[in-house]
């Protein structure tokens, strides 16, 4: 059941990526990402948001814009022009703080679950216990917003796990048996 959520939302995650496959090669701004949008010489517009969960974020004059589905430099260019209406030859500046990576981390010797968030893709690959020197494992491709699933541990052994319960109560048994039966 937990694993079928999993990839529930890792495919939900998925879909708005695969959406656009030509603009696949530019960040593209969606719900989380965290904008700080400046215009020089106007400190009272500045604002600091995240873009809301309907694609949007609202800005001073402008009201609601839509963010999500733009890539960072189109957005930018979106918004001198729409602030060009209103003050002359803007200079807006955009940044960005990247939606988080979630890693979930499956314990299988424990059953426990931990959610780890991932503000980069190097904190993710650690969380994934993923070397950077493998070379194998570095073409796993992770980008901002998706969730990662790994196991972690190993599956229980009752042998290892209980070698000394099982010697503990044979050599019980062994002296009760010699005990009773002198």
């Given at each position: 059941m937990k694993k079928?959520?999993?990839?529930?939302?890792?495919?939900?995650?998925?879909?708005?990526?695969?959406?656009?496959?030509?603009?696949a090669g530019d960040y593209m701004l969606a719900p989380n990402d965290q904008l700080e949008v400046k215009i020089i010489g106007q400190k009272d517009l500045d604002t600091k948001q995240a873009v809301a969960p309907d694609g949007t974020i609202s800005l001073p004059l402008l009201g609601s814009v839509t963010?999500?589905?733009?890539?960072?430099?189109?957005?930018?260019?979106?918004?001198?022009?729409?602030?060009?209406?209103?003050?002359?030859?803007?200079?807006?500046?955009?940044?960005?703080?990247?939606?988080?990576?979630?890693?979930?981390?499956?314990?299988?010797?424990?059953?426990?679950?931990?959610?780890?968030?991932?503000?980069?893709?190097?904190?993710?690959?650690?969380?994934?216990?993923?070397?950077?020197?493998?070379v194998g494992l570095r073409t796993l491709d992770i980008k901002h917003g998706d969730i990662v699933s790994v196991e972690v541990g190993q599956k229980p052994d009752f042998w290892?796990?209980?070698?000394?319960?099982?010697l503990t109560a044979t050599a019980v048994a062994v002296g009760i048996y010699a005990t009773l039966h002198k």
């Open positions: 079928s959520i999993c990839l529930l939302l890792l495919i939900c995650f998925l879909i708005p990526i695969l959406s656009f496959p030509a603009l963010a999500q589905g733009q890539t960072l430099s189109n957005f930018k260019k979106y918004l001198s022009a729409e602030f060009a209406r209103y003050i002359k030859n803007p200079q807006v500046v955009v940044f960005l703080t990247p939606r988080p990576i979630y890693v979930i981390q499956h314990d299988v010797k424990k059953n426990t679950w931990d959610v780890k968030e991932a503000k980069s893709i190097d904190e993710a690959r650690a969380y994934l216990v993923i070397p950077t020197s493998d290892e796990d209980n070698w000394y319960k099982v």
